[in-house]
C-alpha cells in the first residue's frame, strides 16, 4: 500500500534534489533505522543491503540504531556492512567480533539492567491485563533493557489504543516511543540520540555533537524525530507520510521510494556527491 502524499515545506520534507552536493559530499557516517526503513515486509531489500556495502566501501561508517531487541539483532551483525547495530533505542550495541560472533555493549550496569528488567516485566503483564488487545511483541524474548508491545507488525492496535499503552507506561515512570511496528517502554536516560552519541565516542573516540552536520539518518516514524530534529541531513523514506500528522519535527529531506528503496535512494545521494 503506499502513502499518502507528503505535504508541501519551505524547510522539511524536501526531494533529494535540495540536498546540497557539497554536504553530502562532507559525510563521515551515516546512522539509519531498520524497521520500515531498511526493510520492506519484514526484511531487508537487496537494494538496501546493496546500499549498505557501497555506503562502507566507500570509507563511510555505518550505523543502524534500532527499537528492535538485541537478541533479533544479533544474526545481521555479520551478515549486514554495518559498524555496529545500536538496539533497544540506544541501550545496547552490537559490533561483529574477530571469531564471527558479536560483541555486546551495555549503558547500564548489570545491576541496575536487572532491577529494571523485573520492573519492567510487571508492567508488560499490567499493559496486558489492563488494555484490550495489547500484547507483548513477538521478538520479546531478545529484549534486556526494554519492553515493546505490537501495534502493527502482526496485529492492528487502534491509536487509542496506542496512546492508552503510552500513557500507561509512562505513567510508570518509563520513557515510551512508538515506532512504525512497535511501543517500547524502557528506565534509563537512553535514547536513539544518545545511542548515536554514545557509539561515536564508543567505537571512534569522538564527539558526535562536533561533527554532527558530517552525519546523516535515515528513518520513517515517529521515534525517528529526534534524530530528525538533531541531524541537519535527516531523510525520512516516503513512508514516513504515515507519520507526519504526529511528528513534532520532521526529516528535513525525503526519497521518492518508501523502506528500503528510499534508504537505497538517500545512500546513493550521498555516493554520487563523492
Known amino acids: 500500500m503506499s502513502s499518502p502524499p507528503l505535504p508541501a515545506s519551505p524547510h522539511h520534507l524536501l526531494p533529494l534534489t535540495r540536498w546540497p552536493a557539497d554536504a553530502r559530499a562532507a559525510l563521515v557516517g551515516v546512522f539509519t533505522d531498520i524497521d520500515d526503513t531498511l526493510t520492506t515486509d519484514g526484511a531487508i531489500t537487496p537494494d538496501a543491503l546493496k546500499a549498505l556495502a557501497d555506503l562502507k566501501a566507500a570509507g563511510l561508517a555505518v550505523v543502524a540504531i ?3 531487541p538485541v537478541g533479533w539483532s544479533l544474526p545481521f551483525v555479520n551478515s549486514w556492512p554495518v559498524d555496529a547495530i545500536v538496539a533497544e533505542n540506544g541501550a545496547v550495541a552490537l559490533r561483529p567480533a574477530a571469531d564471527g560472533g558479536a560483541e555486546k555493549r551495555y549503558q547500564q550496569d548489570a545491576a541496575t539492567r536487572a532491577t529494571n528488567f523485573a520492573r519492567m ?3 508488560l503483564a499490567r499493559i496486558e491485563r489492563e488494555i484490550p488487545g495489547a500484547g507483548r511483541a513477538t521478538d520479546s524474548p531478545g529484549r534486556e533493557t526494554d519492553i ?3 501495534h502493527s507488525e502482526f ?5 487509542d489504543t496506542i496512546a ?3 500513557a500507561l507506561m509512562r505513567g510508570e515512570g518509563m520513557h515510551a516511543t512508538v515506532s512504525s511496528i512497535h511501543i517500547n517502554g524502557w ?4 535514547d536513539k540520540l544518545e545511542g548515536a552519541r554514545w557509539i561515536v565516542r564508543e567505537l571512534w573516540g569522538r564527539t558526535l555533537d562536533d561533527e554532527m552536520d558530517r552525519w546523516a539518518y535515515v528513518g520513517d516514524s515517529t521515534n525517528d ?3 530528525f530534529r538533531s541531524f541537519a541531513h535527516s531523510i525520512g523514506v516516503a513512508n514516513v507520510a504515515r507519520f507526519v500528522p504526529q511528528l513534532e519535527h520532521l526529516p528535513r529531506y525525503v526519497t521518492q521510494g518508501e523502506r528500503g528503496a528510499g534508504f537505497a535512494q538517500a545512500a546513493h545521494a550521498v555516493l554520487s556527491a563523492r
Do not use: C, E, F, K
Open 164 to 166: 492508552r499503552v503510552v
Open 148 to 150: 515493546a508491545i505490537d
Open 187 to 190: 528506565y534509563g536516560d537512553n
Open 155 to 159: 496485529v492492528t492496535l487502534s491509536d
Open 66 to 68: 534500532t527499537g528492535r
Open 225 to 227: 524525530q529526534l534524530m
Open 121 to 123: 516485566q510487571a508492567v
